[in-house]
T-cell receptor, first 113, second 114 residues
Framework: GAGVSQSPSNKVTEKGKDVELRCDPI?????LYWYRQSLGQGLEFLIY????????KSGLPSDRFSAERTGGSVSTLTIQRTQQEDSAVYLC???????????FGPGTRLLVL | AQSVAQPEDQVNVAEGNPLTVKCTYS??????LFWYVQYPNRGLQFLLK??????LVKGSYGFEAEFNKSQTSFHLKKPSALVSDSALYFC????????????FGTGTRLQVFP
């Protein structure tokens, strides 16, 4: 079956602009995670959705970051007023439910000029 | 706090030789441990996991990992390395007490030479 998909695969933007990154989880997976992979910080957790519960936003680095998940499926990560330090690969993962294996998408490579 | 450590930034091995990529963990309670591999410009691919049961876990592409509770280690191994195994390997622990998120090590780059 289809894996986790993310779009766009690459995004170049100017400092100060807003960007939206999309994640389509594996069909039927109730849990969805966003992580960020950057040179200085390694792989770090950003936000987590489980079913229809309120998301856990404890990993978001600033209030410029937000995410939503519509209908318990597709998720969008939004970064407002992008800064150069936001440049990273943003990875999305989904799992069937809590405590199950997380499967990752190919990521979105964001470059802020 | 839960954490994992990968003490080696890079591991070099000749094709056909056995390989080991090291990982140690620090957790409260029983650990849920994972190995992922990342090929260039690709996402993370799941290799294997330890939840409970046998200490030797077998995974994808001929990889296995040995859970050692006394040494708090979860080293990744393969009996005979392939050039195509060259990639970035991440050890991770599941944070059962906080959102179930994965906490990753810093990664180890495996280079297999022909």
């Amino acid at each position: 079956g289809a894996g986790v998909s993310q779009s766009p695969s690459n995004k170049v933007t100017e400092k100060g602009k807003d960007v939206e990154l999309r994640c389509d989880p594996i069909s039927g997976h109730t849990a969805l995670y966003w992580y960020r992979q950057s040179l200085g910080q390694g792989l770090e957790f950003l936000i987590y959705f489980q079913g229809n519960s309120a998301p856990d936003k404890s990993g978001l680095p600033s209030d410029r970051f937000s995410a939503e998940r519509t209908g318990g499926s597709v998720s969008t990560l939004t970064i407002q007023r992008t800064q150069q330090e936001d440049s990273a690969v943003y990875l999305c993962a989904s799992s069937l439910e809590l405590k199950e294996t997380q499967y990752f998408g190919p990521g979105t490579r964001l470059l802020v000029l | 706090a839960q954490s994992v450590a990968q003490p080696e930034d890079q591991v070099n091995v000749a094709e056909g030789n056995p390989l080991t990529v090291k990982c140690t963990y620090s957790v409260s309670g029983n650990p849920y441990l994972f190995w992922y591999v990342q090929y260039p410009n690709r996402g993370l691919q799941f290799l294997l996991k330890y939840i409970t049961g046998d200490n030797l876990v077998k995974g994808s592409y001929g990889f296995e990992a040995e859970f050692n509770k006394s040494q708090t280690s979860f080293h990744l191994k393969k009996p005979s390395a392939l050039v195509s195994d060259s990639a970035l390997y991440f050890c991770a622990v599941r944070d059962l007490y906080n959102t179930d998120k994965l906490i990753f090590g810093t990664g180890t780059r495996l280079q297999v030479f022909p």
